[in-house]
């Protein structure tokens, strides 16, 4: 797990807006690509990445435990 800013990733999430995809990565190189290929995620807990095609159709829906 990673602390960020005084909270700790333990859900890296994100939404496509176009597709409606939910897409979570699970561990360090969990890559994953929503079924219509505009976003992807990556990281599982240990960083967020992020890719778009059209970045205002992606939703971080990450979850952290604050400390």
């Known amino acids: 797990m990673t602390l960020i800013d005084n909270k ?7 939404k496509c ?5 939910v ?3 699970l561990h360090v ?10 976003i992807s995620v990556d990281g ?4 967020i990445k992020r890719s778009a ?3 205002d159709k992606i939703q971080d829906l990450c979850v952290y435990k604050y400390l």
């Open 23 to 25: 897409l979570e990565s």
């Open 44 to 47: 599982g807990l240990q960083y």
């Open 17 to 21: 807006l176009i597709c409606g995809d």
């Open 53 to 55: 095609k059209i970045l």
């Open 8 to 14: 700790v990733l333990i859900h890296n999430r994100a």
């Open 29 to 38: 190189h969990d890559f994953k690509v929503c079924s219509c290929g505009n």
